[in-house]
T-cell receptor
């Protein structure tokens, strides 16, 4: 299934680098999300966009900066990250905001990020 | 209290066994409930939605008890391919996103 596509699949970056994660959904959905999954921890919600407007910023450090130029694309810009930011970053989309009804999330494959 | 709590397991069962997972959630205003499945180093995938009246999809049955804020998943006739982590998922207080439990690991052996 290629409904939600994330690039790159793997990323290794130094703490002084700047990089961006990209997500594209081909499902015609109105909402997009960034989640972080660290080892032995549940998925953590980072950002929520609905119709290109940010509706939730879940106390995420400013070194993570999201961008949603249109309803099909979502970016996560990274700068001056810390080693503890190493994790799997998952993008998801849903037809409408996922908490408002039976609108499940469809996930991309994720970007596995390692900060050295 | 954590927003979504699950027994992490692991549950180790033989093929053909029936296994049940439980989940509790803290937000009484949650409106949407799901079970997701996640295989090792893969993204979560929707297994089934959970409705107030309970629902069944083949070998899988989900139940919701709003009064107790409790969700369950029953798997009958377990297959080797059912081995995975099962994530209990509930809508957040704002109704804008889904909150995930840590998951329950199931291992089915022959």
């Amino acid at each position: 299934e290629t409904g939600v596509t994330q690039t790159p699949r793997h990323l290794v970056m130094g703490m002084t680098n700047k990089k961006s994660l990209k997500c594209e959904q081909h499902l015609g959905h109105n909402a997009m999300y960034w989640y972080k999954q660290s080892a032995k921890k549940p998925l953590e919600l980072m950002f929520v966009y609905s119709l290109e407007e940010r509706v939730e910023n879940n106390s995420v450090p400013s070194r993570f900066s999201p961008e949603c130029p249109n309803s099909s694309h979502l970016f996560l810009h990274l700068h001056t990250l810390q080693p503890e930011d190493s994790a799997l970053y998952l993008c998801a989309s849903s037809q409408d905001l996922a908490g408002t009804g039976p609108s499940p999330l469809h996930f991309g494959n994720g970007t596995r990020l390692t900060v050295t | 209290r954590k927003e979504v709590e699950q027994d992490p397991g692991p549950f180790n069962v033989p093929e053909g066994a029936t296994v049940a997972f439980n989940c509790t959630y803290s937000n009484s205003a949650s409106q949407s409930f799901f079970w997701y499945r996640q295989d090792c180093r893969k993204e979560p995938k929707l297994l089934m939605s959970v409705y107030s009246s309970g629902n069944e999809d083949g070998r899988f049955t989900a139940q919701l008890n709003r009064a107790s804020q409790y969700i369950s998943l029953l798997i009958r006739d377990s297959k080797l391919s059912d081995s995975a982590t099962y994530l209990c998922v509930v809508s957040n207080q704002a109704g804008t996103a889904l909150i995930f439990g840590k998951g329950t690991t199931l291992s089915v052996s022959s």
